[in-house]
């Protein structure tokens, strides 16, 4: 984990940081991936639920926390934000909001959702998935969901559940991707870390990240090609 440092002859976009912690204290550090701005400087006892956490979507690539903040602070007081980021320091386009009630999160959902963070570009505020989904990408289309299943659950643990969708061609092949729930947000994590620093060797070419919640998989109508052996 690594703390941002500013030097003297700061450039526009670091000065513009550096008065945004200033003003609110907060530090911002950078892991593997992604951004953390927060938790607030006098902040005492446990962190707030996840009830309290909001994923926001639609971002612009070339957006920083100077100007994501003040945006999402019209809804109430921040706690943590992660914005996510790519190999070449831009966002991925999402961000997880913490705010330190559930009904500051509710607010923002309500009054965020849909609004312009710069001309032209809405941003999507929805309840988080608490983390403890993620998309595979790369999986050979001719598996069978109890392959996946076991070839999945033998390199990472805590799989809870595996959504196969159905090729839109082939009924009988997937669709190159699958979605695993976990048992919690910390086998996840691992999994995605574990996946992303090459300690895991899983078919030939896999994509993994966080499943956006704003992809929608119906449950019921999923449930001919679920595996769930518990």
Known sequence: MNRV?????????????????ER???????????RIYGPPPYWI???????????????PKTLFEYELVPFIERAGRLYEL?????????NRGYAFVKYT????????????NGKEIRQGCQVGVVKSNKGNRLYIGG????????????????????VEKVIVPNSFSAQSENRGYVFVDFE???AAASARRNFLNGVIKL????????????????????????????
Not at 50 to 55: G, M
Not at 203 to 230: F, H, L
């Open 203 to 230: 078919w030939k070419k896999v994509a993994v990240d966080w499943a956006k919640p704003e992809i929608a998989v119906d449950e019921k109508a999923m449930s001919k090609v679920m595996y769930n052996p518990w």
């Open 45 to 59: 006892g446990d962190p707030p639920t996840a009830e309290s956490e909001v994923f926001v979507s639609g971002l």
């Open 82 to 90: 992660r914005l996510m980021m790519n190999c070449y320091g831009r």
């Open 101 to 112: 009630t559930p009904e500051e999160a509710m607010h923002a959902i309500r009054e965020l």
């Open 5 to 21: 440092h500013y030097p003297d002859a700061i450039p526009s976009e670091e000065k513009r940081l550096l008065n945004l912690t």
């Open 24 to 34: 609110t204290g907060f530090n911002i550090t950078v892991r593997k991936g992604q």
């Open 184 to 186: 919690s947000h910390q």
């Open 139 to 158: 999986v050979p289309q001719s598996k069978r969901r109890e392959e996946i299943h076991e070839d999945i659950s033998q390199v990472v643990e805590g």
